[in-house]
């Protein structure tokens, strides 16, 4: 085991889909602590549309729109800040989408569910994971579940946003990796609960900016028993690898990543 996993009081989803994406790339962020990706106009977009669904649903707002167009300057500001240069044109397309899906996110949930019990937002899991890993040394799952409800034939639903343009393809959203984010927070919800794992369905909404109907996108993923173990031989792959130093460059992902063309590519 590397000094720097040895260290390591937990681990997060985006952490194993980046090993899945590259060890190399993995290893620079989680473990030498390189900044990598540090956000766009896309993130920013996407934390607003997020941040707007929750205070709605806490019914913390009532003027939707307003409160989009603030977060997102905000979002814009740190941005810029940062030394990010962003595109003028896509920010006030943007602002539009933004608009529209701000007033159509809360019908699109009623539609979807009818009338349901919000459990919580923003959920935190921060959860040991040692003995479900077989580890030696004590390690946690950390994550957010953007939303779990409760429908009325007593399932819990834990949903997750993605903003996207026009929508996903079907091989995209039956994606393993993509699904194994809902799958390891259902299993760890359930967990910490005390909820079977039959009570317990998982979705996304696609929250699209360039489509122009059904913009307000759920769907259920499977996450029955095989998925779920498949889910957690998937993190035990990867935790035995980081463990083991194992931190092979996937160049199919070279021409992606932050850190094409500087020193730290270079192996």
């Known amino acids: 085991m590397t000094e720097q996993t040895k260290t390591k009081k937990h681990i997060s989803y985006s952490e194993l889909s980046n090993w899945n ?19 766009n106009a896309y993130t920013a977009f996407g934390s607003a549309i997020h941040d707007v669904a929750e ?13 989009f167009e603030d977060q997102f300057a905000t979002n814009i ?3 810029l800040e940062d030394g990010i240069e962003l595109n003028d044109g896509l920010l006030a397309d ?4 933004g608009a529209e899906l701000s007033e159509v996110i809360l019908p699109a949930l ?9 459990i919580a937002t923003e ?9 479900d890993m077989n580890l030696e040394k004590e390690l946690f799952f950390k994550g957010y579940i953007d939303l779990i409800i409760k ?28 699904n194994y984010q809902l799958v390891l927070y259902k299993y760890f919800y359930a967990k910490k609960n005390n909820i079977d794992l039959k009570d317990i369905e998982c979705h996304f909404i696609l929250l699209k900016r360039t489509a122009r109907k ?36 996937n160049r199919m992902n070279c021409n992606y990543c932050d850190f094409l063309h500087t020193e730290n590519c270079k192996r």
Not at 110 to 118: A, K, L, N, P, V
Not at 217 to 246: C, H, W
């Open 110 to 118: 009623r539609t979807e569910f009818g009338q349901f019990e919000i």
């Open 94 to 97: 943007m602002r539009k989408q």
């Open 214 to 249: 059904n913009i307000v996108e759920p769907f259920r993923i499977t996450s029955g028993n095989k998925k779920v173990q498949n889910s957690l031989d998937f993190m035990k792959k990867a935790l035995y690898n980081i463990a083991k130093g194992v931190y092979i460059k």
């Open 77 to 79: 500001t740190g941005l």
């Open 151 to 178: 429908t009325p034939d007593g399932k819990y639903r834990i949903i997750d946003y993605k903003t996207c343009s026009w929508g996903w393809r079907a091989e995209k959203k039956s994606d393993k990796i993509i």
């Open 123 to 131: 959920y935190q899991l921060y959860e040991d994971m040692t003995e």
């Open 55 to 67: 205070q709605l649903l806490l019914e913390n707002i009532t003027e939707p729109v307003s409160y």
């Open 21 to 39: 994406k590259c060890p190399w790339y993995h290893k620079l962020v989680h473990l030498d602590g390189l900044a990598g990706f540090k956000g």
